[in-house]
């Protein structure tokens, strides 16, 4: 019997255990290594300080009054902490979008093992697969697309290794894709006015809540009440905005109580658009590397750290406009190399210790049928993909807007797998009746995947690992008397790092 074929509680059953195996494998494989001792023997990472900040608030209480600053050591080669205080404006200010750092203070708080911290975001890691498989849901109005997609996104390399570690990116891409399917629901409640008033609400809390998840949403919100608005002025009813207005609020309100008691400006949650922005686009950064540019000091002392002098004296870095247009079409160009950018903790390292980050689907390998789906979905003119439009839109400049690492680059993918499994759909069903369009779209597939690898692929495979993560998982095994495990890890470091001893 086939899995379409199976009553429909029965595919349920079978797809939620699969998934759970899946994520419990990996979870069991990354409990049992070094990787939780991270954030502390790499003291210069997002994870370590998220721990230090939601330590702080748990010290604090909620205000957090003096929240965690971190001071790396290539800042000052920049400045004194003092003028990077300056620059951020203000002790006050949350250093990133804070509602990770207040949801892991909540964790550490109702319990301090991080392993429960890493279990509940190996949940939220599934939760996002059942999510991204509803939305392909509704956008094809298509069951086949549904489970094609959720089947898709559980075997997606990038999602596992980026639910285990302590970052902030894995809640962002939970809340838009929350936004992007009750913006899908919205579209099909039709005239049914109290699901459209609960459901503008409930957008309004997500906005509020990405708001305060990831700076992003900043570009995002804009969009989506415009878009809200016109549809608005089409019906000639104007009360479901009110709903949404209130949702928003709601969402925000504690930030702004927080900032207004604190003294902080009042919408203020992050100060690192600056030197973002300055890493990721000013003269002599590399597309798809964190690039630490002695001219940053210059730039930012010219700008005080205000986002547009900061914007337009990084764009005058450049010794002409050609320059500025190279850099952004060579990172849009590396969304298409294989190499997966490290950033806190490297994916090729966790294939060494995770069966399904080694054995599952990478970017290059989702992107190219992602595109095909969204070539298709533009050709057709298709009404019900207007909100993975809209919002790709603003996510893809967020990604582009500073240095496309790997984690930041995977926000793309609850539209990637959508629209892949469109695209392969469509290619299954052209197989049966139209051979024509299905070589074509063969073709493109595969000339599309090759060019991943040869075109596009830039990035050396020497530059693809790091010795310093396996000489640290070495050494930990060694202290825990796991020779064997210890053993086995140097043989794997001799191999990836040849001419090195371990």
């Known amino acids: 019997m086939t899995f379409a074929k199976l009553e429909r509680r029965h595919r349920f059953?079978?797809?939620?255990?699969?998934?759970?195996?899946?994520?419990?494998?990996?979870?069991?494989?990354?409990?049992?290594?070094?990787?939780?001792?991270?954030?502390?023997?790499?003291?210069?990472?997002?994870?370590?300080?998220?721990l230090l900040w939601a330590r702080s608030i748990l010290d604090q209480g909620w205000l957090n009054p003096h929240p965690?600053?971190?001071?790396?050591?290539?800042?000052?080669?920049?400045?004194?902490?003092?003028?990077?205080?300056?620059?951020?404006?203000?002790?006050?200010?949350?250093q990133q979008s804070p509602l990770y750092a207040y949801f892991l203070s909540g964790l550490l708080w109702l319990n301090?093992?991080?392993?429960?911290?890493?279990?509940v975001q190996t949940v939220l890691g599934m939760g996002l697969c059942v999510?991204?498989?509803?939305?392909?849901?509704?956008?094809?109005?298509?069951?086949?697309?549904?489970?094609?997609?959720?089947?898709?996104?559980?075997?997606?390399?990038?999602?596992?290794?980026?639910?285990?570690?302590?970052?902030?990116?894995?809640?962002?891409?939970?809340?838009?894709?929350?936004?992007?399917?009750?913006?899908?629901?919205?579209?099909?409640?039709?005239?049914?006015?109290?699901?459209?008033?609960?459901?503008?609400?409930?957008?309004?809390?997500?906005?509020?809540?990405?708001?305060?998840?990831r700076e992003t949403f900043l570009l995002i919100i804009p969009l989506v009440l415009v878009a809200l608005a016109i549809?608005?002025?089409?019906?000639?009813?104007?009360?479901?905005?009110?709903?949404?207005?209130?949702?928003?609020?709601?969402?925000?309100?504690?930030l702004l109580i927080r900032n207004a008691r604190v003294g902080a400006p009042l919408g203020s949650t992050s100060?690192?658009?600056?030197?973002?922005?300055?890493?990721?686009?000013?003269?002599?950064?590399?597309?798809?590397?964190?690039?630490?540019?002695l001219k940053m000091r210059e730039i930012l002392l010219r700008s005080e750290g205000k986002t547009i002098p900061v914007i337009a004296e990084t764009i005058k870095t450049h010794p002409n406009a050609w320059s500025f247009l190279r850099l952004q079409t060579l990172k849009a160009?590396?969304?298409?190399?294989?190499?997966?950018?490290?950033?806190?903790?490297?994916?090729?390292?966790?294939?060494?210790?995770?069966?399904?980050?080694?054995?599952?689907?990478r970017h290059w390998m989702i992107i190219i049928p992602g595109v095909g789906g969204l070539l298709l979905s533009l050709r057709s003119r298709d009404r019900r993909h207007f909100w993975l439009w809209l919002l790709f839109l603003p996510l893809l400049a967020g990604v582009l807007i500073g240095t496309p690492m790997s984690r930041y680059r995977q926000s793309l993918g609850m539209f990637w797998i959508p629209w892949a499994a469109l695209f392969l759909l469509t290619f299954w069903t052209n197989l049966r009746g139209n051979r024509r369009a299905a070589l074509?779209?063969?073709?493109?597939?595969?000339?599309?995947?090759?060019?991943?690898?040869?075109?596009?692929?830039?990035?050396?495979?020497?530059?693809?690992?790091?010795?310093?993560?396996?000489?640290?998982?070495?050494?930990?095994?060694?202290?825990?008397?796991?020779?064997?495990?210890?053993?086995?890890?140097?043989?794997l470091f001799r191999e990836k790092f040849p001419g090195q001893e371990p």
């Open 440 to 491: 074509v779209m063969g073709s493109a597939l595969v000339l599309g995947w090759t060019s991943c690898l040869t075109v596009f692929n830039r990035t050396p495979k020497s530059e693809y690992e790091r010795p310093g993560e396996y000489r640290m998982i070495i050494l930990f095994y060694e202290q825990r008397g796991q020779l064997e495990q210890a053993e086995e890890m140097k043989q």
């Open 13 to 50: 059953a079978l797809a939620g255990l699969l998934l759970v195996v899946l994520y419990g494998v990996h979870f069991f494989c990354c409990a049992r290594s070094p990787l939780i001792q991270i954030p502390f023997i790499y003291q210069e990472t997002d994870m370590y300080s998220n």
């Open 112 to 119: 301090g093992n991080l392993l429960y911290i890493h279990l």
């Open 68 to 94: 965690y600053h971190p001071y790396a050591s290539w800042m000052p080669l920049i400045g004194t902490r003092e003028e990077w205080m300056q620059w951020w404006g203000g002790v006050a200010i949350f």
């Open 131 to 213: 999510l991204i498989g509803v939305i392909a849901n509704r956008v094809a109005e298509d069951a086949r697309a549904g489970w094609l997609a959720f089947g898709l996104a559980a075997m997606y390399s990038p999602f596992y290794a980026y639910s285990w570690p302590l970052l902030r990116d894995l809640m962002g891409w939970i809340i838009a894709a929350v936004l992007l399917l009750l913006l899908l629901e919205l579209d099909r409640c039709g005239e049914n006015k109290q699901k459209r008033h609960l459901l503008m609400g409930a957008i309004g809390l997500a906005l509020g809540m990405g708001y305060l998840a």
């Open 333 to 361: 160009m590396s969304l298409f190399d294989p190499y997966e950018p490290c950033d806190n903790l490297n994916i090729y390292f966790m294939e060494s210790l995770s069966p399904p980050v080694h054995w599952g689907l």
């Open 231 to 254: 549809s608005a002025i089409r019906r000639r009813n104007f009360t479901p905005l009110a709903g949404l207005t209130c949702g928003l609020l709601v969402a925000v309100s504690p």
């Open 271 to 293: 100060t690192r658009f600056a030197e973002g922005f300055i890493l990721g686009n000013a003269y002599g950064t590399m597309p798809n590397q964190f690039v630490v540019l």
